[in-house]
Antibody, heavy 125, light 107 residues
Framework: EVQLVESGGGLVQPGRSLRLSCTAS????????VSWVRQAPGKGLEWVGF??????????EYAASVKGRFTISRDDSKSIAYLQMNSLKTEDTAVYYC????????????????WGQGTLVTVSS | DIQMTQSPSSLSASVGDRVTITCRAS??????LNWYQQKPGKAPKLLIY???SLQSGVPSRFSGSGSGTDFTLTISSLQPEDFATYYC?????????FGQGTKVEIK
């Protein structure tokens, strides 16, 4: 069974850092890109960024709202992806989801086909 | 960035009703359009990919259509478990963007 499990959320003060983890099971993480998507309380979905799989360079892309503050990385040997969040702001308060995309599946359209349950990050003093 | 605009933002419908949600992209995205369903407190779930392809395990009452800039999600006969919020999302270019969501409520 495909599973993605996020961890590491919690309460953090503005300006501080937090690292989220996304642990994969039931599939080979190295075959997939991993995206992070967040949802502020009562709001819609916002893409944060993603990391490509190693065969596609393992490079990253970020939303403008987090670029320069957030970093996505991966350790395929452990089946874990990370979201390092620095210089946190109150507007970063959200549930953070990790999700996967397959480059060669779904007619090449690359939807987010499996999602974790999410982890809540609250940025407040 | 590609803007995705859904309409309506919310709707009230009864069990058995036919429901249609539209999504418009600010530029041509071919068929790089996906639909998700989200229930309160839960992660989104992929329903439709490539504008009209049904994800495995999703009931056939869900269907999608469109290409270019205009897309539609249709639920042919609304069931109690379909009351949720629906999002469209473009995967044509970065940044990936979502519509603002359409909340389907019980009339």
């Amino acid at each position: 069974e495909v599973q993605l499990v996020e961890s590491g959320g919690g309460l953090v003060q503005p300006g501080r850092s937090l690292r989220l983890s996304c642990t994969a099971s039931g599939f080979t993480l190295g075959d997939y890109a991993v995206s992070w998507v967040r949802q502020a309380p009562g709001k819609g979905l916002e893409w944060v960024g993603f990391i490509r799989s190693k065969p596609y360079g393992g490079t990253t892309e970020y939303a403008a709202s987090v670029k320069g503050r957030f970093t996505i990385s991966r350790d395929d040997s452990k089946s874990i992806a990370y979201l390092q969040m620095n210089s946190l702001k109150t507007e970063d308060t959200a549930v953070y989801y990790c999700t996967r995309t397959c480059a060669n599946c779904y007619s090449g359209v690359r939807p987010f086909d499996y999602w974790g349950q999410g982890t809540l990050v609250t940025v407040s003093s | 960035d590609i803007q995705m605009t859904q309409s309506p933002s919310s709707l009230s419908a009864s069990v058995g009703d036919r429901v249609t949600i539209t999504c418009r992209a600010s530029q041509n995205i071919n068929n790089y359009l996906n639909w998700y369903q989200q229930k309160p407190g839960k992660a989104p779930k992929l329903l439709i990919y490539a504008a009209s392809s049904l994800q495995s395990g999703v009931p056939s009452r869900f269907s999608g259509s469109g290409s270019g800039t205009d897309f539609t999600l249709t639920i042919s006969s609304l069931q109690p478990e379909d009351f949720a919020t629906y999002y469209c999302q473009q995967s044509y270019s970065n940044p990936r963007t979502f519509g603002q969501g359409t909340k389907v409520e019980i009339k």
